[in-house]
């Protein structure tokens, strides 16, 4: 899986993590749909489109072996990381 996807974890009674599964394509859209990554996204403040302009971003930089862009720890600037 690569650049997002969403990983179900869960905590049992005695505090420890157990995975579940995970989706490479999970529902994705805008927070206006309710939809879960895009609540969690408004959490570090970040927008669907923004999300969406560096899934894109980083598509096409893989495609053409270029470096990928990825958030800075203040979210509202970008990165670029090999």
Request: charged residues 25%; aromatic residues 10%.
């Amino acid at each position: 899986m690569s650049d997002y996807g969403k990983f179900d974890i869960r905590i049992d009674q005695s505090g420890r993590y157990y995975f579940i599964d995970s989706n490479s394509n999970p529902a994705f859209g805008p927070k206006e749909l309710d939809i879960a990554i895009a609540n969690i996204l408004g959490l570090y403040n970040i927008s669907f489109p923004e999300i969406l302009k560096r899934l894109l971003l980083n598509t096409m930089r893989d495609a053409t072996g270029k470096e990928r862009v990825n958030p800075s720890p203040d979210n509202n600037e970008d990165t670029k990381t090999a």
